[in-house]
T-cell receptor
């Protein structure tokens, strides 16, 4: 079935380090791909999205490219800040008869000053 | 503030009981989603409604039920509660419930079953 797989966390980095959080997916059809972020005590909020192959989503210094050939949508940021500490969720949605929005298990990021 | 309102924020109850979680979607959004977030299973999709009708169903137990009312608010009913039902329950909404749409999440209801 359709699914999203994320790298296990927590990921701990020093401020200004480079971030990569891996995400791969399995889906029938042509999914849209998303990254959501959850700050402590809050609900999820959309960080970025891409709706077709080779699209790059970007926001707040974060980027992810929709790679159909490797079924991946890895999240990257060149220089993380302490304020980026949160849980990051990769997700997909497919326009099918049983349309649903599927999330990965989340990756906790801790950024140390 | 996402514009999605969930009540109550916290709920403590005992095994075997029944509870109702409420969600008011963002103004203008017709679709509502329910998710269960637990430490060991991440964010699990339960059910989606669009304009009062069920659109998609995920891993929702038979003890759980939901509905979306004419004013578009939604309720998730959990009955015969078990310890394992303790989790954070999120509601989200979107404009049309179509693939590719952004979801707006509420801040969740933390359910503790003792």
């Amino acid at each position: 079935g359709d699914s999203v797989t994320q790298m296990e966390g927590p990921v701990t980095l020093s401020e200004e380090a480079f971030l990569t959080i891996n995400c791969t997916y399995t889906a029938t059809g042509y999914p849209s791909l998303f990254w959501y972020v959850q700050y402590p005590g809050e609900g999820l909020q959309l960080l970025l999205k891409a709706t077709k192959a080779d699209d790059k989503g970007s926001n707040k210094g974060f980027e992810a490219t929709y790679r159909k050939e490797t079924t991946s949508f890895h999240l990257e940021k060149g220089s993380v800040q302490v304020s980026d500490s949160a849980v990051y969720f990769c997700a997909l949605s497919i326009p099918s008869g049983t349309y649903k929005y599927i999330f990965g298990t989340g990756t906790r990021l801790k950024v140390l000053a | 503030d996402s514009g999605v309102t969930q009540t109550p924020k916290h709920l403590i109850t005992a095994t075997g009981q029944r509870v109702t979680l409420r969600c008011s979607p963002r103004s203008g959004d017709l679709s509502v989603y329910w998710y269960q977030q637990s430490l060991d299973q991440g964010l699990q999709f339960l059910i989606q409604y669009y304009n009062g009708e069920e659109r998609a169903k995920g891993n929702i137990l038979e003890r759980f039920s939901a509905q979306q009312f004419p004013d578009l608010h939604s309720e998730l009913n959990l009955s015969s509660l078990e310890l394992g039902d303790s989790a954070l329950y999120f509601c989200a909404s979107s404009v049309d419930g179509q693939a590719g749409e952004k979801l707006f999440f509420g801040s969740g209801t933390q359910l503790s079953v003792l």
